[in-house]
């Protein structure tokens, strides 16, 4: 079992940078790969960037990729969403997920997520 605790997002403005912080617990945490989806308002759940277990391959959704970096500390038990050059349209509640492979119907535990809201 893995539990999941989003956190960082806030209000920004076009073009300045965020971090997300994922806080997971369970021994087993660095046996699972992990991603980044963000919902906007009104519109489904998107892929935003996933990572595996060792940290050695990162995916990104074409919309983020350039601008947003996903990484892990395996020791803490944090998977990070670094994100440049936000834009509006990247205003979503952004949710973390661990699963047993990087793409979406591979993940088995969720985080309640964290609203990033970006101004223009």
């Known amino acids: 079992q893995v539990q999941l605790v989003e956190s960082g997002g806030r209000l920004v403005q076009t073009g300045d940078s965020l971090r997300l912080s994922c806080a997971g617990s369970?021994?087993?945490?660095?046996?699972?790969?992990m991603a980044w989806f963000r919902q906007a308002p009104g519109q489904e759940r998107e892929f935003v960037a996933s990572?595996?277990?060792?940290?050695?391959?990162?995916y990104y959704a074409d919309s983020v990729k350039g601008r947003f970096t996903i990484s892990r500390d395996n020791a803490k038990k944090t998977v990070y969403l670094q994100m440049n050059s936000l834009k509006p349209e990247d205003t979503a509640v952004y949710s973390c997920a661990a699963g047993v492979s990087t793409l979406e119907d591979g993940m088995r535990y969720w985080g309640k997520g964290t609203l990033v809201t970006v101004s223009s």
């Open positions: 990572i595996t277990w060792s940290g050695s391959s990162t």
């Open positions: 369970g021994r087993t945490f660095s046996n699972y790969a």
